[in-house]
């Protein structure tokens, strides 16, 4: 995964306050976290910080004053109905340091014939992996699965040098048979009870 390089500045101002008059200024407040350091507060600009951000656990190499750092995306806050970055949290990272992150499942093929339903018990599957090689997402093949089958953790194929962060039996998705309507004749014996 490339990464991508986007200009910070470090924040001197906190509170309520000095956030608005970031988010004023077309900047996201962020926070960096990670190796027993203390959190730095930077601003990032929103437009470029979203952009980034439609790749998931997309890797950034924030260009600070005299510096950069290397971080993952960890925590992302929207506002509820615009949907516009209210804040973020950062994760360090090194090259070569392996760490933990939920990755999108994709699904590939089609069900068997017979009306069954797909049903993501996972949305995302936790795997580690190197920082510098976080896969964007994971393909499971559900092509002729049958009602009643099911796909496990240990059964998703993952690029090289990942491993599972979930146990082995975790079931990530399964199918089931699609729900027929109650029957005529239970509705007309519960009209019959009503009546007498």
């Given amino acids: 995964m490339a990464e991508v390089k986007i200009s910070a500045d470090v924040r001197t101002n906190f509170g309520k306050g000095a956030a608005r008059q970031t988010r004023r200024e077309n900047k996201v407040p962020a926070v960096i976290y990670g190796h027993g350091a203390d959190p730095q507060h930077v601003a990032i600009d929103s437009h470029a ?5 439609k790749t998931p656990n997309v890797l950034i190499r924030l260009e600070l004053d005299g ?3 290397l971080v993952i995306p960890k925590a992302v806050q929207r506002e509820a109905i615009r949907g516009f970055l209210v804040h973020v949290d950062f994760l360090a990272v ?4 392996k760490v933990t992150v939920e990755v999108p499942i994709v699904t590939e093929g089609e069900l068997a014939a017979g009306g069954n339903l797909l049903e993501h018990v996972l949305n995302t599957l936790p795997i580690e992996a190197e920082a510098t ?3 964007e997402s994971v393909t499971v093949s559900i ?3 049958d009602s009643g089958a099911s796909v496990l953790a240990k059964d998703v194929v993952l690029p090289a040098g990942s491993s599972l962060a979930v146990e082995e039996d975790a079931v990530v998705l399964q199918v089931v048979a699609a729900q027929a309507e109650a029957p005529a004749e239970e509705a007309g ?3 019959a009870a009503a009546q007498a």
């Fill in 143 to 145: 092509a002729g699965l």
């Fill in 49 to 53: 910080l979203m952009m980034a951000l």
């Fill in 189 to 191: 014996e519960g009209e």
């Fill in 67 to 69: 510096g950069s750092e």
């Fill in 133 to 135: 090689h976080l896969p």
């Fill in 94 to 97: 090194k090259k070569g340091e």
